[in-house]
């Protein structure tokens, strides 16, 4: 857990410089992100309230029912407001089973991209196309912003021409993925702005190395060095300097660095 917050190589410095693998042992010893330190117990707390909620005072709780829900595709870009408006089906609800589009409209420059919409609508959404086509909006540059937990993340598409998506399924598995579209596990984490191999149902991911060039940049935060970040990465101490124009190795919280 503590991995999926903060990153793999920096809880792997952290045992390295605290000498555990003892999380409270860590978190005691200050070598532990702020954050990481506050999310593993807040996750246990849910955990153990979840599994038992009437000890903590959580009765009469009723499970909100997930729709039935079924890929469709529609022109893009366009508005999930727009779609909103033209089916009739609530912003609200398409903002809320669509959570990879995040920016409130759907990439640029792909003709069509899928979404989710409620099942029993998919038959009449696809019925309605060619009133969706009409809020399709012009001129909107080719750049898609990322961003993960607290990092400031920013992919840009450099030929999207040809590029190929893929919508993740229930069951789908990141090596799966990869092995059908014939790319391997590190090139498709690299293309998505992965940090780990866990992926969503309802995530689209980019499987295309050829048509799709992906530029990353990664601002520093508060205990980062840089060969740490050039690890986290797969890069080296002088590549990354070399990519950032750096004469020495000191960088500054806030920062916006190259790392591919």
């Given at each position: 857990?503590a991995?999926?917050?903060?990153?793999?190589h920096?809880?792997?410095?952290?045992?390295?410089?605290?000498?555990?693998?003892?999380f409270?042992?860590?978190?005691k010893?200050?070598?532990?992100?702020?954050?990481?330190?506050?999310?593993?117990?807040?996750?246990?707390a849910?955990?153990?309230?979840?599994?038992e909620?009437?000890?903590?005072?959580?009765?009469e709780?009723?499970?909100?029912?997930?729709?039935?829900?079924?890929?469709?595709?529609?022109?893009?870009?366009?508005?999930?407001?727009?779609?909103?408006?033209?089916?009739?089906?609530?912003?609200?609800?398409?903002?809320?089973?669509?959570?990879?589009?995040?920016?409130?409209?759907?990439?640029?420059?792909?003709?069509?991209y899928?979404?989710?919409v409620?099942?029993?609508?998919?038959?009449?959404?696809?019925?309605?196309?060619?009133?969706?086509?009409?809020?399709?909006?012009?001129?909107?540059?080719?750049?898609?912003?990322?961003?993960?937990?607290k990092?400031?993340?920013?992919?840009?598409?450099?030929?999207p021409?040809?590029?190929h998506?893929?919508?993740?399924?229930?069951?789908?598995?990141?090596?799966?993925?990869?092995?059908?579209?014939?790319?391997?596990?590190?090139?498709?984490?690299?293309?998505?702005?992965?940090?780990?191999?866990?992926?969503?149902?309802?995530?689209?991911?980019r499987?295309?190395?050829?048509?799709?060039?992906?530029?990353?940049?990664?601002k520093?935060?508060?205990?980062?060095?840089l060969?740490?970040?050039?690890?986290?990465?797969?890069?080296?101490?002088?590549?990354?300097k070399?990519?950032?124009?750096?004469?020495?190795?000191?960088?500054?919280?806030?920062?916006?660095?190259?790392?591919?």
């Open positions: 857990m991995a999926y917050n903060a990153g793999e920096r809880i792997l410095n952290a045992v390295m410089r605290g000498k555990s693998r003892d409270w042992t860590l978190a010893k200050g070598v532990l992100p702020k954050e990481t330190m506050d999310y593993v117990p807040k996750f246990l849910a955990l153990a309230i979840g599994t909620p009437e000890k903590y005072g959580f009765n709780i009723e499970a909100e029912k997930y729709p039935n829900l079924e890929a469709v595709e529609v022109p893009s870009p366009i508005r999930l407001n727009d779609v909103a408006s033209v089916t009739g089906i609530p912003a609200s609800l398409l903002m809320k089973v669509n959570p990879h589009i995040k920016m409130g409209f759907t990439p640029p420059n792909t003709g069509s899928e979404i989710w409620p099942a029993e609508k998919a038959e009449e959404v696809v019925k309605l196309k060619p009133q969706l086509a009409k809020s399709i909006y012009r001129g909107v540059k080719p750049s898609v912003k990322m961003v993960e937990a990092q400031d993340w920013r992919v840009t598409p450099a030929q021409r040809d590029h998506n893929y919508l993740v399924r229930k069951g789908d598995t990141l090596a799966a993925i990869a092995q059908k579209h014939h790319i391997s596990i590190g090139q498709l984490k690299r293309l998505n702005a992965l940090r780990t191999n866990d992926v969503f149902a309802g995530t689209r991911l499987v295309s190395a050829k048509s799709y060039r992906a530029s990353l940049r990664y520093v935060r508060r205990g980062d060095n060969n740490e970040i050039a690890s986290r990465f797969g890069l080296t101490v002088d590549a990354i070399k990519l950032n124009q750096l004469r020495q190795n000191k960088i500054y919280i806030g920062q916006t660095l190259k790392v591919n």
